[in-house]
């Protein structure tokens, strides 16, 4: 009876620790793209696992990492064909006319 509740146990922790393992690594795979992103390396993507609040925190992710690249296109462009300083001014101004427009 004993080595039944013993076998129970380590099954009990083995299936604990498979889950926890399950839902950390979602979440361990984007603090470490962002770690990356914050180096300045804008390649990055994480993979979308699942469509619960996790994948869309994934997907969400990945579609600010892409703005920043597209902004980053945008911005040597503009260094190549304007001033750098007019460039840099409207650049700055894009947010809030964006903002404007959504309304």
Not at 7 to 35: E, N
């Amino acid at each position: 009876m004993l080595g039944l509740g013993g076998v129970a146990l380590v099954i009990g922790l083995l299936v604990t620790l498979l889950a926890a393992r399950a839902a950390a690594d979602p979440v361990l795979s984007v603090r470490d793209a962002l770690a990356r992103v914050e180096e300045g390396e804008l390649d990055v993507e994480v993979a979308v696992y699942d469509g619960t609040e996790v994948g869309l925190l994934q997907a969400g992710f990945n579609r600010v990492v892409a703005g920043l690249r597209d902004r980053d296109r945008i911005r040597e462009a503009f260094g190549t064909y304007v001033d750098r300083d007019v460039a840099e001014h409207i650049l700055e101004e894009e947010p809030r006319s964006t903002a404007r427009r959504s309304r």
